[in-house]
């Protein structure tokens, strides 16, 4: 059974950082894009970023570009995400998502993702 397993969120203050993880099993994704969700309360499912298989890739949404840097180590089987400069409004449900298909673009739309993890909460707050 597949699974990814999200960690590292938490109650954090602005200003300050955090490393969420996603570790999966079930099979290896080595080859395979992933990338970071977040659904903030009553609102739609938000883009994060994205990274290749190889990691040669990324992309990021505006609203993190600068504050957040994707990692992945392959051999781990684990996704990274840095966040710097915390603000509020990045409170939200982070979600990891890994595609089926190997290799491909770097999308930023859930749909086009297979695997998905249960989230791990982010709240952003003095």
Not at 7 to 33: D, E
Not at 83 to 112: F, H
Request: net charge positive.
């Amino acid at each position: 059974q597949v699974q990814l397993v999200e960690s590292g969120g938490g109650l954090m203050q602005p200003g300050g950082s955090l490393r969420l993880s996603c570790a999966a099993s079930g099979r290896a994704f080595s080859r395979n894009t992933m990338a970071w969700f977040r659904q903030a309360p009553g609102k739609e499912h938000e883009f994060v970023s994205v990274i290749s298989w190889n990691s040669l890739s990324t992309k990021y949404a505006d609203s993190v570009k600068g504050r957040c840097t994707i990692s992945r180590d392959n051999a781990e089987n684990t996704l990274y995400l840095q966040m710097n400069s915390l603000k509020p409004e990045d409170t939200a449900v982070y979600y990891c998502a890994a595609r089926i298909v190997e290799n491909g673009p770097l999308y930023n739309q859930s749909v086009a993702y297979d695997y998905w993890g249960q989230g791990t909460r982010v709240t952003v707050s003095s």
